[in-house]
């Protein structure tokens, strides 16, 4: 049976996130499972690493959210459904979806979701337009968090004894985030280019610059950390692009100079190899004043042994093993991000150690990318008999 089946995941585009990562680890399993693995995406950085003898890559402007253009996309989409026999479509985001939706109608095929954030629904028309992501016949949280969140907000659309809604936690590659796979030299080489002193105790905070990221939070807490606690042997990373909100980088910068933090923090826009910044920090920040849907900062961190400190809301409730593989704070209070962050610098090597350990068992247990992919993959074959 798994010959016969051959699945078109839709992304916007395929860059480094944790909804694109997931879609390109799911095209190359399904690939290794004998199945026809399809991807239609608008591009990004991710597609270079796309093998294209496993899986086929359809370039479309599916990143829109032109009504004109979702519609062109529908047609598109509809005639690949039919020209290559596919069997499910996988929609990851609102615009497509739309697109999938009508295309997967007319040609009568099955259509799964992934709910991968709260989107915003201020107002019946924004509900009304992500309701798309609970129209399909298999509806996928990327943690209880969502799965809760669809039940209290998009009830009216879950009555349909056909529909499954269903939790998947998001995994990551154990392979790839790894500390024994880092080599002393690469990390020499990361810590002499980004100027940064390894003697010191080093804090990363990753995740692009928006407010919502909690940037301003994590260097309030870092000029408490000097004024309140006289700690000095640190040195911080806020490591992510401002993906054109100037304004925001601007006013952070502003913010530093403030809190005399210039040489405390530097700014890194992006990193290729991200286990590379995890094996150089000696902790772990996710500082979000807004739920994360999943929170994949946080399970990075302990797949790489690093003891994560967690915004207490949201995904990060469900992946962090708060006083054993890393420690949670009240959200927006940094105040007492600052208290955590000393009481972290407190600790010896060895609790440490033990508390990256924990981490990394926790991650292996529960976060793995083949169970992912496994649990994906059998619920396709449910839905298909």
Not at 46 to 64: E, N
Not at 204 to 212: A, H, Q, V
């Amino acid at each position: 049976m798994t010959t016969k089946i051959k699945v078109l995941q839709v992304i916007p585009r395929l860059g480094f996130g944790g909804a694109e990562t997931g879609c390109y680890d799911l095209a190359h399993f399904l690939a290794e499972q004998e199945c026809k693995s399809f991807l239609v995406t608008s591009g990004g950085e991710l597609l270079k690493y796309v093998r294209r003898d496993k899986v086929k890559v359809i370039r479309l402007p599916v990143q829109s959210k032109n009504p004109v253009i979702i519609f062109f996309n529908s047609i598109v989409i509809f005639f690949i459904l039919l020209i290559y026999s596919i069997d499910i479509v996988h929609a990851r985001s609102r615009a497509p979806a739309w697109s999938c939706l009508w295309a997967c109608f007319f040609a009568r095929k099955k259509f799964v979701t992934t709910f991968h954030g709260t989107y915003n629904f201020s107002s019946k028309l924004k509900l009304f337009y992500n309701s798309v992501m609970v129209r399909s016949k298999l509806i996928i949280g990327g943690s209880n968090f969502i799965f809760n969140h669809i039940n209290v907000n998009y009830q009216k659309y879950l009555n349909h004894k056909k529909k499954k809604l269903m939790v998947i936690f998001r995994g990551i590659n154990l392979e790839y985030f790894n500390t024994n796979n880092i080599p002393e030299e690469k990390l020499n080489i990361l810590a002499s280019n980004w100027k940064i002193d390894k003697k010191n105790f080093i804090i990363l905070l990753p995740g692009r610059l928006t407010k919502w990221k909690g940037q301003e939070i994590f260097i309030e807490s870092l000029s408490l950390l000097v004024e309140k606690y006289n700690i000095e042997n640190f040195h911080a990373v806020i490591l992510g692009s401002d993906q054109g909100r100037d304004l925001y980088s601007k006013k952070l910068l502003l913010l530093v100079e403030r809190y005399r933090l210039g040489k405390k923090i530097t700014f890194i826009e992006n990193c290729k190899e991200m286990p590379l910044a995890y094996k150089l920090s000696d902790l772990v920040i996710s500082s979000s004043i807004e739920p994360e849907a999943f929170g994949r900062i946080a399970v990075e961190a302990q797949a790489m042994n690093k003891p994560i400190i967690a915004s207490d809301i949201g995904g990060s409730r469900e992946t962090v093993l708060n006083n054993k593989s890393g420690l949670l704070y009240k959200y927006n209070d940094g105040n007492e991000l600052a208290k955590i962050i000393n009481k972290i610098m407190a600790m010896n090597k060895k609790s440490l150690r033990i508390m990256g350990e924990q981490g990394r068992k926790n991650v292996e247990k529960k976060f793995n990318v083949d169970q992912m992919c496994q649990s994906t993959f059998t619920e396709y074959k449910k839905l298909l008999k």
